[in-house]
């Protein structure tokens, strides 16, 4: 019997890899590249930012909480998609605030809760879903796609 070479868990792997690369605007780096701007922006000085960015990302921790049963419920593509689609929606609703402190930082926990948290918990469940012999292989593979799309986004913006 031959086996084909082409397990449907390898494109899934890539699909993974390019959310979790997504996840970058919720995340330190990706929010780093835009302080500056932000700060001067909106008049907000550093120490005000910072406590923002700090509650943000604990409150933005709890989006994981429901993560793993949402993706038992709903499977792991359509969370994968509709958490790409709520992450692009806030990026644009937060290119677009300028209604002040609190506008910003529900966009900014939105970021954090949607990106690094969520999104990130799914793309490693979807990514780790398709394999069981070769998963470190699989993982390891994961891993080096991620590093090479945080590379060329954080490149990118960082030119811009």
């Given at each position: 019997?031959?086996?084909?070479?082409?397990?449907?868990?390898?494109?899934?792997?890539?699909?993974?890899?390019?959310?979790?690369?997504?996840?970058?605007?919720?995340?330190?780096?990706?929010?780093?590249?835009?302080?500056?701007?932000?700060?001067?922006?909106?008049?907000?000085?550093?120490?005000?930012?910072?406590?923002?960015?700090?509650?943000?990302?604990?409150?933005?921790?709890?989006?994981?909480?429901?993560?793993?049963r949402l993706t038992d419920r709903l499977?792991?593509?359509?969370?994968?998609?509709?958490?790409?689609?709520?992450?692009?929606?806030?990026?644009?609703?937060?290119?677009?605030?300028?209604?002040?402190?609190?506008?910003?930082?529900?966009?900014?926990?939105?970021?954090?809760?949607?990106?690094?948290?969520?999104?990130?918990?799914?793309?490693?469940?979807?990514?780790?879903?398709?394999?069981?012999?070769?998963?470190?292989?699989?993982?390891?593979?994961?891993?080096?796609?991620?590093?090479?799309?945080?590379?060329?986004?954080?490149?990118?913006?960082?030119?811009?």
């Open positions: 019997m031959h086996r084909n070479a082409w397990h449907p868990g390898w494109r899934n792997l890539g699909i993974a890899a390019l959310a979790m690369v997504a996840t970058l605007p919720g995340r330190t780096q990706g929010l780093g590249l835009v302080t500056e701007p932000l700060l001067a922006d909106l008049g907000l000085d550093r120490v005000a930012f910072a406590s923002l960015n700090f509650w943000a990302t604990l409150i933005g921790a709890l989006f994981c909480l429901p993560v793993g499977g792991a593509r359509r969370l994968l998609a509709a958490l790409a689609v709520a992450l692009g929606l806030t990026v644009v609703g937060m290119s677009r605030a300028s209604a002040g402190f609190w506008t910003f930082a529900v966009f900014v926990t939105l970021t954090r809760g949607l990106g690094q948290s969520a999104l990130s918990v799914v793309s490693l469940a979807h990514a780790g879903k398709w394999f069981a012999r070769r998963l470190p292989m699989a993982m390891g593979i994961y891993a080096l796609l991620v590093s090479i799309g945080f590379m060329r986004r954080f490149r990118r913006w960082a030119q811009q």
